[in-house]
């Protein structure tokens, strides 16, 4: 194999990594219990299976029934590299509209069910209508929220994970 396919095949694999894949709704009557091999790290055993290059790959990986009954299967990766190159100031925004109490009260209360404005103005230390809309139109801003219809929010799919991902790397 030349040089230069080799080195496109492994830009190829690369890209297929770096792409975020929709989330798939599950229909949970069908999907059952996944079976877990016995191994302590078996989903980074598979990591490492993968791998395309030294760098190394983060992985995000849920399977997740909420509250809602809405169940999502996904995944998303990338090149550590990739991210260490990424300009970090850049994501600020989207990481610091979960940064308040308030607005991960707003999160919650919509992964749990409750995303109807009148909903969400009755959660405790919240303060006037106006800081409710203030707070929501930056958490759809940041793509943590986004409107269902008419006074209605929910989390989009493609950021369940993702944000389940955060609380779990929250938890000390």
């Not at 995000?60 to 590299?81: F, M």
């Not at 999160?107 to 404005?117: D, E, F, I, K, M």
């Amino acid at each position: 194999m030349t040089e230069t396919k080799a080195l496109e095949e492994k830009i190829d694999r690369i890209l297929t990594l770096l792409e975020s894949p929709e989330p798939v709704n599950r229909n949970p009557e069908v999907s059952g219990t996944s079976a877990r091999t016995s191994a302590k790290f078996w989903a980074l055993e598979g990591l490492r299976a993968q791998l395309v290059d030294d760098s190394g790959d983060v992985m995000l990986v849920g399977a997740v029934a909420l509250p809602t009954g809405e169940t999502y299967d996904w995944q998303q990766s990338a090149s550590a590299a990739a991210l260490i190159d990424t300009d970090w100031p850049d994501l600020s925004d989207t990481i610091s509209a979960l940064a308040h109490p308030v607005r991960l009260a707003i999160v919650q209360a919509v992964v749990r069910g409750h995303g109807s404005t009148a909903e969400l103005a009755d959660l405790p230390d919240l303060g006037t209508t106006g800081q409710l809309h203030h707070h929501l139109r930056q958490l759809a801003a940041a793509g943590w929220l986004q409107s269902a219809g008419r006074g209605h929010y929910e989390v989009p799919a493609a950021r369940v994970v993702p944000l389940l991902t955060i609380l779990v790397a929250a938890t000390r």
